[in-house]
T-cell receptor, first 113, second 115 residues
Framework: KAGVTQTPRYLIKTRGQQVTLSCSPI?????VSWYQQTPGQGLQFLFE???????NKGNFPGRFSGRQFSNSRSEMNVSTLELGDSALYLCASSLVQGRNEQYFGPGTRLTVT | AQSVAQPEDQVNVAEGNPLTVKCTYS??????LFWYVQYPNRGLQFLLK??????LVKGSYGFEAEFNKSQTSFHLKKPSALVSDSALYFC?????????????FGGGTRLMVKP
């Protein structure tokens, strides 16, 4: 089975711009979660989608948003980029909620200049 | 609220020696506990999980972890370390009562295995 894929792998944007990141989960996985990883704050939960519905949301400003499509693929969008948004954005997928572990993609490295 | 603490930023061990990476957690209900490993410029790789049952959980690459409810700990262990085990290790928790899959991670522990 193919793993979680994320595109693009690397991205450089300028302050004020917006960006869209994409995630394709493992086939059959219906839950997709997004995390932000930075040296200062570590790994922080952004949001989770299941069956095209946002199920949980972390403590991030409204500039961060996401969605999930009927094929379980997910996108996250960050508008009005700030320097502090520079991070590794990780997508993870799992079977339905509960005791299942999440499988992570390689991440998208976003640099905001 | 749920939280995870990994008290050691770095653990150094000689190849062939046993290793332990510490993790303590806090949840309001029963915990689901996970260990992940991250190699440079890579995503997180699942190692093992505790859901219920035996307190000693065995995972990938010879790793195991011991769940201790009274001490709220879930330490990662391996009997004989390899140089290739050098990486960043994360402990994570999810509250059983949490309806979703949101994980709360510890700050990570860098494991350095020296030949």
């Amino acid at each position: 089975k193919a793993g979680v894929t994320q595109t693009p792998r690397y991205l450089i944007k300028t302050r004020g711009q917006q960006v869209t990141l994409s995630c394709s989960p493992i086939s059959g996985h219906r839950s997709v979660s997004w995390y932000q990883q930075t040296p200062g704050q570590g790994l922080q939960f952004l949001f989770e989608y299941f069956s095209e519905t946002q199920r949980n949301k972390g403590n991030f400003p409204g500039r961060f948003s996401g969605r999930q499509f009927s094929n379980s693929r997910s996108e996250m969008n960050v508008s009005t980029l700030e320097l502090g948004d520079s991070a590794l954005y990780l997508c993870a997928s799992s079977l339905v909620q509960g005791r299942n572990e999440q499988y992570f993609g390689p991440g998208t490295r976003l640099t905001v200049t | 609220a749920q939280s995870v603490a990994q008290p050691e930023d770095q653990v150094n061990v000689a190849e062939g020696n046993p290793l332990t990476v510490k993790c303590t957690y806090s949840v309001s209900g029963n915990p689901y506990l996970f260990w992940y490993v991250q190699y440079p410029n890579r995503g997180l790789q699942f190692l093992l999980k505790y859901i219920t049952g035996d307190n000693l959980v065995k995972g990938s690459y010879g790793f195991e972890a011991e769940f201790n409810k009274s001490q709220t700990s879930f330490h990662l262990k391996k009997p004989s370390a390899l140089v290739s085990d050098s990486a960043l290790y994360f402990c994570a928790v999810r509250d059983y009562n949490n309806a979703g899959n949101m994980l709360t991670f510890g700050g990570g522990t860098r494991l350095m295995v020296k030949p």
